[in-house]
C-alpha cells in the first residue's frame, strides 16, 4: 500500500479558503480522491481525479467551489477549497489504490490506502 500524508488544515471563517496536499510515497497508478468525515457521520466524497490524465470528479455539494488537481510527478495531489461554508467542518483524508473491478470512486469501501487526516474546522 502506498503510504499517504495530508497537510494543510486548518480554521477559517465562512467564505474563506484553505488548499490541502496529499503526498503519496509512490507514484500512483489510477485514481486518487478526498474524502470527509464529520463527528457523527459516515465518511463522504470530495472529489476524485484520474492521475493518468487528470480528469476529475465532484460531489454536488462542493461543485464549483472545490478543485482538485495532481502534480507532474503524479505523486500530489491537492485540493484548493474556496467559498467554505460551516458544513463542510470535518476531518479531510486523501485515498489511494483504488480496488479494481468497477465501481464508484466515491465509494470509500473501494479503497485500499489512506491518509491519517487533516482537520478543517469553518465557523459562521
Known amino acids: 500500500q502506498v503510504q499517504l500524508v495530508e497537510s494543510g488544515g486548518g480554521s477559517v471563517q465562512l467564505g474563506g479558503s484553505l488548499r490541502l496536499s496529499c503526498a503519496a510515497s509512490?507514484?500512483?497508478?489510477?485514481?486518487m480522491a478526498w474524502f470527509r468525515q464529520a463527528p457523527g457521520k459516515e465518511r463522504e466524497a470530495v472529489a476524485a481525479?484520474?492521475?493518468?490524465?487528470?480528469?476529475?470528479w465532484y460531489e454536488d455539494y462542493v461543485k464549483g467551489r472545490f478543485t482538485i488537481s495532481r502534480d507532474n510527478a503524479k505523486t500530489t495531489v491537492d485540493l484548493q477549497m474556496n467559498s467554505l461554508k460551516p458544513e463542510d467542518t470535518a476531518m479531510y483524508y486523501c485515498?489511494?489504490?483504488?480496488?479494481?473491478?468497477?465501481?464508484?470512486?466515491?465509494?470509500?469501501?473501494?479503497?485500499?490506502?489512506w491518509g491519517q487526516g487533516t482537520q478543517v474546522t469553518v465557523s459562521s
Open positions: 509512490a507514484y500512483s497508478a489510477d485514481y
Open positions: 481525479i484520474d492521475i493518468r490524465d487528470g480528469r476529475t
Open positions: 485515498a489511494a489504490d483504488f480496488r479494481a473491478g468497477g465501481g464508484s470512486l466515491f465509494d470509500p469501501k473501494k479503497w485500499n490506502s
